[in-house]
């Protein structure tokens, strides 16, 4: 059963920076594909990094001021965010999926298996 938790929220500074975890269990890593996706009050679902078979995308929101990373050992991934503002609060999801579709799909579209978030709140 795959299971992801994920941590590392909390409020920050407009500015400033945190870094979420998703700690994954009940598959392999080298064959899921994994995400990160928000949902902000008022706002639809963003698929915000997503990463498939080696090849990654970003929404244009956070390009350049976010980065994703893999821990295959750990089947841990990151999202670090840096140079936060206002806008990126919300909920922060970290998703995967087994089909190892192109990532721009599953940021558009979803993924399978879900985590139960972690609220990032950034103050102005």
């Known amino acids: 059963q795959v299971q992801l938790v994920e941590s590392g929220g909390g409020l920050a500074h407009t500015g400033g920076s945190l870094t979420l975890s998703c700690a994954g269990s009940?598959?392999?890593?080298?064959?899921?594909?994994i995400g990160w996706f928000r949902e902000a009050p008022g706002k639809e679902r963003e698929g915000v990094f997503c990463?498939?078979?080696?090849?990654?995308y970003s929404s244009d929101s956070v390009k350049g001021r976010f980065a994703i990373s893999r821990d295959n050992a750990k089947n841990t991934v990151y999202l670090q965010m840096n140079n936060l503002k206002p806008e990126d609060t919300g909920v922060y999801y970290c998703?995967?999926?087994?089909?190892?579709?192109?990532?721009?799909?599953?940021?558009?579209?979803?993924?399978?298996?879900w985590g139960k978030g972690t609220l990032v709140t950034v103050s102005s």
């Open positions: 990463m498939s078979d080696g090849n990654t």
């Open positions: 009940g598959f392999r890593p080298d064959d899921y594909a």
């Open positions: 998703a995967a999926d087994g089909r190892l579709l192109e990532p721009h799909t599953y940021c558009l579209y979803g993924m399978q298996e």
